[in-house]
């Protein structure tokens, strides 16, 4: 399985960035997705999680009404759309999946696959 996050970058505050994840290697319609981050000096934190069929998403309440996470089965890829970007969501971005069903979708410890992130920074 090999998952590859792009779509980072450097965006002023209020602004939008989207990131997209494409994997091979596995039947990606048989997966949930999830997308993580991790801050400078913290730890590994949940943004949004989505389903093999992407008919239900789950979000971090600190990005909820800013963030939607999508999926394209046709094209193996998997979405995060993020407007109002804050400081606060500077971090390097990771996407994860792992075969469907995923107990606990907003846990990094259920995911058993991750891609190699791809930085994001806002500034203020």
């Known amino acids: 399985v090999q998952l590859q996050a792009f779509g980072g970058g450097l965006v002023q505050a209020g602004g939008s960035l989207r990131l997209s994840c494409a994997a091979s290697?596995?039947?990606?319609?048989?997966?949930?997705m999830g997308w993580f981050r991790q801050a400078p000096g913290k730890e590994r934190e949940s943004v949004a999680a989505?389903?093999?069929?992407?008919?239900?998403?789950v979000y971090a309440d600190s990005v909820k009404g800013r963030f939607t996470i999508s999926r394209d089965n046709a094209k193996n890829t998997m979405y995060l759309q993020m407007n109002s970007l804050k400081p606060e969501d500077t971090a390097v971005y990771f996407c994860?999946?792992?075969?469907?069903?995923?107990?606990?979708?907003?846990?990094?410890?259920?995911?058993?696959?991750w891609g190699q992130g791809t930085q994001v920074t806002v500034s203020s």
């Open positions: 989505i389903t093999w069929s992407g008919n239900f998403a």
């Open positions: 994860a999946a792992e075969r469907s069903p995923v107990r606990i979708r907003l846990s990094s410890s259920q995911y058993g696959n």
């Open positions: 290697g596995l039947t990606f319609s048989s997966y949930d």
